[in-house]
T-cell receptor, first 111, second 113 residues
Framework: EDQVTQSPEALRLQEGESSSLNCSYT??????LFWYRQDPGKGPEFLFT???AGEEKEKERLKATLTKKESFLHITAPKPEDSATYLC????????????FGGGTRLMVKP | ETGVTQSPTHLIKTRGQQVTLRCSSQ?????VSWYQQALGQGPQFIFQ???????GRGNFPPRFSGLQFPNYSSELNVNALELDDSALYLC????????????FGPGTRLTVT
């Protein structure tokens, strides 16, 4: 069964303290990997799509990278407004564009 | 460009009742997917609709059913509600079933008592 695992489950950072979130997936044919941001009680907001190993995408303080078995979301000098749950989702080759999500990482950035 | 909208925002139902949730897809998108997100967990795929037909289904029982209309809007129906059905129900639209990106609505918070 195709699975997506995110770690850590929760992360507390001080403002300006850089860190990385991890997303690992079972290797059964990756069609695409997606990062979303979700604020409490709201729908996921699309951040990045990664298609192949070695690919990198950046947006403001966020940078997403992809290897053959995992992806990292690097947060550089975070601010309190970066506090949210970050979700990783994968499309596998045998499942159309259905998204398989990880459990998410709840990020809290303190001033 | 209008994004994905969902209604109602939240509702409370009693165990055994039936509920209908609604979704309007983003302009130009003909594919709608529904996801269930329990508190503290990632979303789980329920099913997808394309051209008014079910186009894939996750591991959910038949009491979860749906419809898609000619204007691409969609409904999720849940019969015989159970306490475990309490969750945030998310609708996502995409231009086609093979499109990579899906764009999510704000969700409907369902509480079953």
């Amino acid at each position: 069964e195709d699975q997506v695992t995110q770690s850590p489950e929760a992360l507390r950072l001080q403002e300006g303290e850089s860190s990385s979130l991890n997303c690992s997936y079972t290797v059964s044919g990756l069609r695409g990997l997606f990062w979303y941001r979700q604020d409490p009680g709201k729908g996921p907001e699309f951040l990045f799509t990664l298609y192949s190993a070695g690919e990198e995408k950046e947006k403001e303080r966020l940078k997403a990278t992809l290897t053959k078995k995992e992806s990292f979301l690097h947060i550089t000098a975070p601010k309190p407004e970066d506090s949210a749950t970050y979700l990783c989702a994968v499309q596998f080759n045998n499942a159309g564009n259905m998204l398989t999500f990880g459990g998410g990482t709840r990020l809290m950035v303190k001033p | 460009e209008t994004g994905v909208t969902q209604s109602p925002t939240h509702l409370i139902k009693t165990r055994g009742q039936q509920v209908t949730l609604r979704c309007s897809s983003q302009s130009g998108h003909n594919t709608v997917s529904w996801y269930q997100q329990a508190l503290g967990q990632g979303p789980q795929f329920i099913f997808q609709y394309y051209r008014e037909e079910e186009n894939g289904r996750g591991n959910f029982p038949p009491r979860f059913s749906g419809l898609q209309f000619p204007n691409y809007s969609s409904e999720l129906n849940v019969n015989a509600l159970e306490l475990d059905d309490s969750a945030l129900y998310l609708c996502a639209s995409s231009p086609t079933p093979s499109s990579y990106e899906q764009y999510f609505g704000p969700g409907t918070r369902l509480t079953v008592t």
